[in-house]
């Protein structure tokens, strides 16, 4: 074919050399693009000897060595609590004085959370392979490390190892991936810091329709000890998401998930949850974002049933490629337990109010400065208001791959 | 319920026994449709209307890409904000990385602008070279050309209808490109500047020179020290033309062009990216138009 035009090509040239008018700068002009286009012939000739015969590998961005990311996470914060006092916090009904773990964010002044390893690699033909290495200051903890299966017919899709479950719509977020420093107020009250992250197999199933439909059960340790903890492999989680578009720019995603296990005295728990997100693009850089979500928790504790749950809805609005800003508002809705030990302290409206604006320079870096102003906590055996101001930074460096929506 | 959706599954099969094909943009959508004809069902992931480095993940792509028979790629790095968490969540076997049902286009193409060392200090730098090699008119019969050969592959039974339909597109492809290479003759020499460096491949195709960019580096908004330095260049060197794709702001572009007495032309980065730019012969013609004009 580039035969065929370069022949016509000459043809041509020498059709308008016989004109007499046409000066030699035209014809020089027609070598030079014959001697370019013979050029590039040359360059793409070079470049298809060099490509392999597999066109369709991709995405590997070190031949064999896995993609290796390191994400660090650090901030400024401000409180009007001291640190010692904030440690000890309780949330009536659901986490005693004490017992509250706070691996982010815990002290005014300062704060390294974590630099994570985040790896990931294709195996082979059917397994990829994804790490998800957190280190705090003093500890090394494997946040996930779990393989899928890429060759499964059907729409089938395989997850084992430790990894985080795709129950709710958060659960499965990786801290730095949240639209707020602090973690949703009811995620924190009913599964603690990591949510439900455990060692155990996922089944997940896409529907060949054209709304997505997914479908997915697990089965973990259940080794979550705010609301399981009985470690015989004893958690089963079920969920179905679904999202349609409405026109161009408006998508719904929705799901409703469960999680059945047992408590550490073999007695049942059973978290339930619904969430819908409500996502407009307004431009490339442009969106706003509603996102809600409802748990709700029934454990078995001795005779009685404790029924407790809460919600958190938040507004994003991204202004440009740059800078977002969102609000937040956290809420416990239900509290039915044993709250005899907090007799005389105020139990009801637990609940809290979060801003943030965030500058992105860069996708792989970020700037933000929460706020939060927590009305759901226990101080020294009062309820107290909390205030806090911090400037996180957050960084990606290296091969991080994208989020998924 | 199940019975509906079964049912339904069992017709759409019977009613389209044609293979369907997920492009991330639109230009590989349409001369996939020119090659494919009838025998393909085209679903174009990326709309024209975005950023093509940063389409949004939704959802819905998933269910696009869950029935792929075959995912054609542009490549070159620009997908990888976005395509792997959905190929990743949308369990098709058919369409993952090394299956034979992902067709890589950027492969084919003799890629232009590739840096000798890479590092985000430069910015959003892609390791493979300049991803936006489809507003050159030239390369389409080689990306004709792959998506043919592909087609033939995974549908052998048709492959006498691929190819006739590829030597007739090629053909028609090269009688349009004599007309519009004539026609862009007088563009030579002709200096400009862009927003991004999406137009690279045209405008070496065409002996346009590009002086320089808007954004100080790939993916970096623009700042005032360097849209001062810009300014300087430009009046310098007398450019009359700034091109403007449809997704980045424009304030800076107008605030260069009322400084410098130059133009501020739209151009489509993709099919349909701007009104009037709906198939591939419009497309090459505005952008034709818009910067040679």
Redo the contacts between chains.
Sequence with gaps: MQKKLLLSLFAFSSLMANSETDALKEQLQLQQETTQKLLSQVEMLEAQQQSSANTSASFSQNAYLPDIAMILNISALSRDVKNSEYENYAIAGFIESGDAEIPFNAKRSFNLNYAEFAIHSVVDPYFEAFAYLHMHPSELEIDEAFVTTTSLPAGFRIKAGKFKSAFGRLNEKHQHSWSFDEQALIYKSLFGPDAISDAGVQLQWVAPTDTYIMAGVETLQGSNERSFGDEDPNLFVGYLKSSIDIGDNLSILGGVSAAHGQTEKKQSSNVYGVDLTLREQLGSYSSLVWQSEYLQREKDVDTSTDSQGGLYTQLVYQFNKNHSVGIRYDRITKNETDLSAYAGVDTDNLERYTGMLEYKPFPMSRLRLNYSHDRSKIINGTRQDINTVMITLNIAAGAHGAHSY | MKKI?LI??VVTTALFASLRVDTTYSTLGAITKRVGGDLVNVTVLG?S???PH?I?????L??KL??ADLLI?N?GGIE???????I??????NI?????????IS?????IDKPSTVS?AF??VH?EGNPHYTTDPHLV??IAK?IAEKLMQLDSENADIYQKNLDAF?QKW?EY??GYDAGL?SC?GKKVVQYHELYNYFLK?Y?VESIGNIEPLP???PSSKHTLALLMKMKKDGVKTILQDI???KKTAKFIAAKTDAQVVVVPHDVGAVKGSETLEKFYNTIAEKICQ
């Design positions: 959706v339904t599954l709309s209307k975005y950023d940063f949004v993940p939704k959802p819905s998933l269910s869950r029935r790629m490549g990888l904000g976005w395509l792997p968490p959905l990743q969540n949308a369990h098709n076997r993952q990385n090394g299956a034979k049902g992902l067709l890589d492969h084919f193409i003799p890629m985000r910015g959003d390791a019969p080689i792959a090629t090269q490109l004599k003759r030579r195709r002996g993916g970096i908004a997704y980045h702001e």
